[in-house]
Nanobody
Framework: HVQLVESGGGSVQAGGSLRLSCTVP????????????MAWFRQAPGKEREGIAG???????SYSDSVKGRFTVSRDHAKATLDLEMNTLEVEDTAMYYC???????????????????YGQGTQVTVS
């Protein structure tokens, strides 16, 4: 594959759980090894895109205050994947969720766009 592939979105009732998964393009992992950061962003209708969870190339993890304690992000360097376990989902979590990768230390959650940032097509999460 040549682009980020996201999966796992869907509809769930408030209080429920979902797990999202993302795989980077093969050429990225082949050429960079694990020297890139990965992160999850989301965008609700009428709102700006926001970063919610990320894992840098050195394994350091960051969360936004809005999901801390409810969401868990994990990265498998060998498989070039980034998973997001979402628990205790709230109606306010309804959004399109996007996976992203970028150069090391370029996945700050408060930075939505960089010259090198790549996003996937997104996967919809609906909480009712």
């Amino acid at each position: 594959h040549v682009q980020l592939v996201e999966s796992g979105g869907g509809s769930v009732q408030a209080g429920g759980s979902l797990r999202l998964s993302c795989t980077v393009p093969i050429f990225v992992s082949d050429s960079c090894g694990s020297s890139y950061c990965m992160a999850w962003f989301r965008q609700a209708p009428g709102k700006e895109r926001e970063g919610i969870a990320g894992v840098d190339s050195d394994g350091s993890i960051s969360y936004s205050d809005s999901v801390k304690g409810r969401f868990t992000v994990s990265r498998d360097h060998a498989k070039a994947t980034l998973d997001l376990e979402m628990n205790t989902l709230e109606v306010e979590d309804t959004a399109m969720y996007y996976c992203a990768y970028d150069l090391p230390r370029h996945c700050a959650l408060k930075v939505v766009t960089t010259r090198t940032r790549k996003y996937g097509q997104g996967t919809q999460v609906t909480v009712s």
